[in-house]
């Protein structure tokens, strides 16, 4: 199944994992080096460390969770020309530096 949009899920800065945006949803895998690393830590209680992939029809509760709500968001689609239903863009636009510990990349580092 071939990606749309790629996201690259890091925690506490560590390459931890790839979002896709499919044409059947979405998927979320692990990194096999970041599951065997001694710091590995789940993204998130709902996606606890597993090698297997993750398949969701909608964007992962936790993803979704991490997009800004009211005023901000309206922002972030104004000032990105972003479709605020788009919300694997706003994402990518708007989770880079996020508070906590999982940031979301567009590229891997």
Do not use: H
């Not at 899920?9 to 096999?32: C, H, K, P, Q």
């Not at 979704?64 to 020309?81: A, F, Q, T």
């Not at 239903?85 to 636009?93: C, H, Q």
């Amino acid at each position: 199944m071939s990606a749309y949009r790629t996201a690259y899920i890091y925690v506490r800065n560590s390459f931890a994992g790839i979002l896709n945006e499919t044409e059947s949803g979405y998927s979320f895998v692990y990194d096999a080096q970041y599951l065997t690393s001694a710091n590995a830590s789940a993204v998130s209680l709902t996606l606890p460390l597993q090698k297997e992939e993750y398949q969701s029809k909608t964007l992962f509760s936790f993803f979704d969770g991490l997009i800004p709500e009211g005023w901000l968001l309206n922002i972030v689609s104004k000032n990105w020309k972003i479709d605020l239903r788009d919300r694997f863009a706003i994402l990518l636009v708007a989770c880079r530096d996020p508070i906590g510990n999982v940031s979301i990349k567009e590229a891997r580092e």
